[in-house]
């Protein structure tokens, strides 16, 4: 519990600090929020690609940078009042909008960056396993040694 209240303050920390660095004017769409869980939600999908397939990571890992840090970082509770307050501004419209896309952004987001990292991940594999071959049978002219 410890380990995620650590993670989750650092989190929130960051993402408080972006909305100090970008506020969203009154009735305006709220670009920080959409931005930071959009970020936050590709920031997931890499992370768990990585602590599932590519490092053996320590327990903590996953609590720390995942509920943690990430879980604080993003908000979609201050999506769903922003969401709210454009509606109760009579902006339905766009309160609409910034539901169902950020939905879908984040959707997309988290489905994207994982199979990215995966991709990348598996090329990488592929490279290493290539360059350990070559150096086992083969001189460096590429003739093989046997």
């Known amino acids: 519990m410890a380990v995620i209240a650590a993670g989750g303050a650092l989190g929130a920390l960051a993402r408080y600090g972006a909305g100090q660095l970008w506020p969203t004017p009154s009735g305006g769409f709220p670009w920080t929020t959409f931005g930071i869980n959009v970020v936050g939600c590709a920031l997931i999908g ?17 609590p720390l940078l995942g509920v943690g840090v990430l879980g604080g970082f993003t908000t979609f509770s201050t ?60 001189c460096e002219h590429g003739r093989s040694l046997r």
């Open 46 to 62: 890499v992370l768990m690609v990585v602590i599932t397939d590519v490092v053996h990571a320590h327990r903590l890992v996953r």
């Open 79 to 138: 999506y769903a009042v922003e969401a709210l307050d454009l509606a109760r501004a009579a902006r339905p419209g766009l309160a609409l909008a910034y539901l169902l896309g950020t939905l879908l952004a984040a959707v997309a987001a988290v489905t994207a960056a994982a199979s990215l990292t995966g991709m990348i991940h598996g090329l990488a594999r592929r490279v290493d396993t290539r360059r350990r071959r070559g150096r086992a049978g083969e």
